[in-house]
């Protein structure tokens, strides 16, 4: 292999690592963001489900509050509860992207490997 191959291979190899471990990072934050507000949710339908109907009920909307029907909350709120398969989804896209990032790093070891070998003789 030429030293100018062997470079952009090698260039080739390292931008795929740095995008892949890029991606996982950019899940990660998905899937905490997601479970936290999944965990918020499942808490306001808790403490909201214990009060009276006659209660009056506030939703936030930016930086006001809008009086709202308990049953109507509790359907926006079970829109939120459910980000469970949006977080199952991003489990099965961060194993994907980890597969790469292994395949990725193995063919790096073997090119430098093989260049090792290569200029030993």
């Known amino acids: 292999m ?4 062997a470079q952009q ?10 995008d892949c471990r890029k991606q ?3 899940i990660d934050v998905q899937v905490s963001t ?3 507000e999944s965990r918020l949710a499942a808490l306001t339908k808790r403490e909201i489900e214990g009060l009276d109907t006659s209660v009056p009920v ?3 909307m930016g930086k006001m509050f809008i009086q709202e029907n308990k049953d109507d909350l509790l359907k ?3 829109s939120s509860e459910d980000s469970r398969a949006l977080v199952e989804a991003l489990e099965k896209k961060k194993k994907f992207v980890e ?4 395949e990725a790093t193995g063919n790096l070891k073997d ?10 003789k």
Do not use: F, G, P
């Not at 030429?2 to 191959?5: G, V």
């Not at 291979?9 to 931008?15: A, F």
């Not at 090119?111 to 030993?120: D, F, G, L, V, Y």
């Open 111 to 120: 090119m430098i490997k093989s260049m090792q070998a290569t200029a030993a």
């Open 58 to 60: 506030y939703k936030s």
């Open 99 to 102: 597969r790469d990032l292994e």
């Open 9 to 18: 291979v090698y260039m080739r190899i390292t931008q795929k690592i740095q």
């Open 2 to 5: 030429s030293e100018d191959t």
């Open 76 to 78: 926006d709120i079970k």
């Open 24 to 26: 996982l990072d950019q």
């Open 34 to 36: 997601n479970q936290r």
